[in-house]
């Protein structure tokens, strides 16, 4: 055989034998590359973070676990940890609802149905940050949504939908689930492509009514996209921060102030060593949710599949 410079290559028999080739090299400019630009610059953050590295200081010395200590003595780490799973559970539960809700009411291959689910995609594709700020437009006092309203019910309406401590939060879980439900939708309706049509014209034979099939054996037979959608936005919401910071930027009084805006403003201020102790928390954070949150779903694939 003749390789691609034009010698023969021969087996310790004589005869010719295939070409040697090394398909891992092509994986070496790859590896540099997510070494120099993630994996380097993670576990300095990392190492960043026991120090007391700021802009107010020339060096960086070794300060142990002080960065925590003030951080939880300040009581601000622990409410914005707070915040964010709130925030990630509400997130997690509105994004599935909405998801699910349209890949059943497209299931049908139909020309319309195939229109809707392309215009319930597009906010998927929109920047995060230019979906907070149309909808900031529509929820501030003089915004699309009071005018609306103002003109249907006759009279001024000026609800402030931003600036409630209590519900706020919930309007922006509400927001960050309406940008990525397209997303949950494509994984629900290629979970119900995969249920065999076979099952269902059993089940409508048998006298099933529509709610009882959808309940009792396509539910059941959507675990793994369940399970992918639940852990995608769980974890996807808590690393949230475009969503937030256009529509309220934390406010009203802190109530929607999240980790990772806590994590911007502080590096803001020039406490550097600060925000990366906090960058490290939100990593462990995730860690601990994700491991037993996959394990919980993959076990409950296990035992309806």
């Known amino acids: 055989m003749t390789t691609a410079t034009g010698e023969k290559t021969r087996s310790r028999a004589g005869g010719p034998r295939p070409a040697q080739s090394h398909p891992l090299v092509f994986l070496v400019p790859a590896g540099l590359m997510l070494a120099a630009f993630f994996l380097l610059p993670t576990v300095m953050n990392f190492a960043y973070a026991f120090t007391d590295w700021s802009a107010f200081k020339k060096s960086i010395e070794f300060n142990g676990l002080d960065n925590l200590r003030t951080l939880l003595s300040s009581g601000a780490l622990v409410a914005d940890i707070r915040i964010t799973l709130v925030y990630a559970l509400l997130v997690a539960v509105f994004q599935n609802l909405f998801g699910l809700a349209l890949a059943v009411l497209f299931e049908e291959d139909t020309p319309l149905n195939r229109l809707g689910r392309t215009l319930f995609f597009i906010p998927v594709l929109m920047s995060a940050l230019a979906a907070g700020y149309i909808w900031q437009a529509i929820l501030t006092t003089h915004g699309a949504l009071n005018q609306i309203a103002s003109w249907f019910s006759g ?4 609800i402030e939908w931003l600036g409630s401590p209590s519900w706020t939060l919930v309007i922006l879980a509400v927001v960050h689930a309406w940008k990525w439900m397209g997303f949950s939708m494509l994984t629900y309706l290629a979970g119900l492509k995969t249920i065999d049509h076979e099952i269902l014209e059993a089940a409508q034979v048998d006298g099933a009514r529509p709610t009882a099939v959808f309940w009792r054996i396509k539910f059941p037979l959507l675990a793994p996209a369940l399970t992918f959608n639940v852990a995608t936005a769980l974890l996807g919401s808590m690393n949230s921060f475009d969503i ?14 999240i980790l990772n ?10 406490l550097y060593s600060q925000s990366t102790t906090m960058s490290l928390v939100l990593f462990l954070l995730v860690s601990l949710m994700a491991v037993p949150l996959i394990t919980a779903l993959r076990r ?3 035992t309806i599949l």
């Open 300 to 302: 409950r694939e296990s």
């Open 155 to 158: 009279h001024e309406i000026r």
């Open 244 to 257: 937030v910071q256009s529509l309220t930027n934390g406010g009203p009084g802190g109530s929607t102030e």
């Open 261 to 270: 805006l806590f994590i911007w403003r502080t590096f803001g201020k020039g």
